[in-house]
């Protein structure tokens, strides 16, 4: 009887429907470790390379035949890098058709094409006026609307003297109208005027669902003017992003060919602040909230340079982005101007200088969905007092999912203290109340206090001629009557950072508001037990910065017993750079003595109408020096505290012994120098 021949079996790796769609998410790397596996994978894989094609070098000095290879394969290529003015290999009449299958697009600048010599025209790319220097016929920009199933374009552009050109009316008409298109990142390391920004976003695809664009903006003294932006609605969009800083993850494409098109800037943890030139308007609000707006599904939104009122910007974004779970704001300082535009959504008044004074409109809603909200950079006449209080305040209301909040503010150095509702000990509405917050940053700079404690309520100054010199008398009640929510408490919070980035008046110790009956004096001090003429510093001087350091401790008190409660905490960051040289001038025996005197001890003072106060009472006065009178507020000390407990918060002071022996040290060596 004959033997049959034994029956071969196919490999999956053979058919090409199912070879494709093991391939469909392997990277390059992947394919390579593949082939390495045995004989059959290198035969199997090994025609699955040219799915990646990357030319990055002179077509000038390379085989032609190499080109006309990778043209015959076309067909396979699933993920291109090329040159942004090289594409002509691609876009010949036959050639074209053979990118259908193309998903991936990379242009970068991989600086072997020619730059003009100077003095050529076209070499003063400044000059919006002079003629393009782009041939639209190698432009790669154009294979766009060759590739049916192009998913994602990746442009990186940093030769300046093509301006913006590659962005023809054929390119974003192709860009616009495309239906598969899905992630797009152009990242433009030069500078580009505002029409073009607009331009551009008022051209993407209904099928985006990742958009991000990073370009300098010109330096230009006055904003665009306002226009009627309808944007077409983008109900695939999820993420925005559009800055004025390259994320640190991207690599540029140079003449070494190191490009990086998978990194985006969201793949970084921390908030890039952008430059904030006074001159640099980047994004209105006029084409922000129509685009927004347009964008229902919105969930990751960063903005570098965004012109307008916060919080008309982010009322617009509870009505029209429920899904959104990261803001990255960042304003512009330039102040407003009669003529530019004020937003149509926010009542104001003008001033006798003609600025722009909102009026305050409560923001109502609430974002469900919201975990890290990062803002910086925005002007004072922007970002107020009241405007951080309606933030804030907007902001607190997701309690159940906000994780991290970075606050920064400019306000130019004259902005006074008011009340915030937003305080860390609580009050009202307060960050103690987000349940999930891991991570709190308020950077306020120049001399704007956000406080981290509630400030005490303005007490009236005393006329110095009437005062009597032997009392002084300060309240430190909550400055929110509501305590509602006194006994709150960070539940997730791990890293706490606050600073102050100037020094301050007498009255306000880095963010620490000590509320004074009176102006201190401007002459620093060093140390109350340390010998000290008696012409220079008088016994007057030296109980008003004696109270002043009483002050402070009672606060640090109250910080410590607030932060020790949470039981989270790993990190804490505060800057005391802001101190007064009165509280810095402090030594570890002074500090020992401070925290004896303002230990949780209750001593049934009269008051002026001879009665008792109780252990309960609410404002109870506790030890002080003779005509010193310290009313504390109903939180208590939340009990002892110890020098190592200030290290804890960042706070250290010398021994007096130490002090001495480092001035004898300095004493010797002027010594022996004068030897």
């Known amino acids: 009887m004959p033997s049959t021949p034994p029956k071969t079996r196919a490999s999956a790796l053979e058919i090409p429907l199912i070879s494709d769609l093991i391939c469909k998410d392997l990277t390059r790397a992947d394919l390579h470790a593949c082939i390495q596996v045995s004989h059959h994978w290198h035969d199997a894989f090994l025609p699955q390379l040219d799915r990646f094609v990357r030319l990055a070098t002179n077509p000038r000095k390379t085989d032609p035949r190499h080109f006309r290879e990778v043209l015959d394969r076309a067909v396979q290529i699933r993920s291109l890098q090329i040159d942004i003015s090289d594409g002509g290999w691609f876009l010949g009449k036959y050639n074209a058709a053979r990118c259908i299958n193309l998903e991936e697009l990379s242009c970068f600048d991989f600086g072997y094409q020619p730059r003009p010599a100077n003095g050529e025209e076209g070499y003063f790319y400044h000059a919006s006026d002079r003629p393009s220097i782009v041939d639209q016929s190698s432009n790669s920009l154009r294979l766009i609307q060759h590739a049916p199933k192009l998913q994602s374009l990746f442009i990186h552009h940093a030769r300046q003297f093509y301006r913006t050109d590659h962005f023809s009316t054929e390119v974003l ?40 664009l990073v370009c300098r903006p010109s330096q230009v003294s006055t904003p665009p003017p306002p226009q009627v932006i309808t944007p077409a609605p983008l109900l695939s969009l999820k993420r925005l992003c559009l800055l004025s800083s390259f994320p640190r993850q991207s690599s540029s494409g140079n003449g070494s060919g190191s490009t990086t098109s998978s990194s985006s800037y969201w793949d970084q943890d921390k908030f890039i602040k952008d430059d904030f030139s006074e001159f640099r308007y980047n994004y209105p609000d006029w084409l922000i909230i129509p685009l927004t707006t347009q964008s229902p599904h919105l969930s990751k939104l960063a903005i570098a340079g965004y012109h307008g009122y916060p919080n008309t910007l982010l009322q617009s974004l509870v009505d029209s982005c429920p899904d959104l779970d990261t803001i990255h704001l960042g304003g512009t300082n330039f102040t407003h101007h009669p003529t530019m535009h004020l937003p149509r959504d926010i009542p104001f008044l003008h001033s006798d200088d003609w600025g722009a004074v909102p009026d305050r409109t409560p923001l109502t809603g609430v974002f469900e969905r919201l975990r890290e909200f990062m803002v910086a950079g925005f002007a004072n006449n922007m970002w107020s007092d009241s405007v951080y209080e309606d933030v804030s305040g907007l902001l607190v209301k997701s309690t159940e999912t ?139 001087i030296m109980r008003t910065y004696r109270h002043h350091r009483m002050l402070f401790i009672r606060r640090m008190r109250e910080l410590f017993g607030r932060l020790r409660r949470v039981s989270t905490l790993r990190k804490v ?26 230990e949780d001890k209750e001593m049934n003072q009269h008051d002026e109408k001879g009665e008792v106060r109780g252990e309960r009472d609410d404002c109870s006065r506790i030890g002080s020096d003779k005509g010193m009178v310290i009313t504390r507020s109903d939180q208590g000390w939340y009990g002892p505290m110890t020098l190592d407990d200030l290290a804890w918060l960042g706070l250290q002071w010398p021994s007096r012994a130490e002090i001495v022996a480092k001035k004898a040290a300095q004493e010797q060596r002027l010594h022996s120098m004068k030897k």
């Not at 990142?185 to 331009?199: G, N, Q, S």
């Open 573 to 598: 960051d505060l800057d005391w750079d802001g101190l007064c040289i009165v509280v810095k001038g402090m030594t570890q025996e002074v500090v020992l003595e401070l925290l004896n005197e303002t």
């Open 402 to 540: 906000l994780e991290r909040v970075y606050i920064q503010s400019d306000d130019g150095g004259w902005s006074s203290p008011t009340q915030f509702r937003a305080g860390l000990r609580g009050g009202g509405l307060s960050w103690a109340d987000c349940k999930a917050l891991k991570e709190l940053t308020i950077e306020p700079l120049s001399r704007m206090d956000f406080h981290f404690l509630d400030i005490a309520p303005a007490t009236p100054l005393i006329d110095d001629d009437d005062a009597d010199e032997d009392e002084v008398e300060v309240t430190t009640h909550p400055s929110i009557p509501d305590n509602s929510s006194l006994n709150t408490s960070f539940e997730s919070l791990t890293h706490l950072r606050l600073t102050s980035l100037a020094d301050t008046d007498r009255s306000n110790c880095g963010n620490i508001f000590l509320d004074s009956p009176r102006r201190w004096f401007n002459d620093p001090t060093l140390d109350d037990y340390l010998e000290q003429p008696a012409y220079k510093y008088s016994e007057a």
């Open 173 to 212: 008409e192709a860009i616009s109208n495309h239906k598969s298109l899905r992630r797009i990142k152009i990242h433009l390391d030069y500078a580009v005027d505002a029409e073009f920004r607009i331009r551009l976003l008022q051209h993407l695809p209904t099928s985006v669902e990742d958009f991000e």
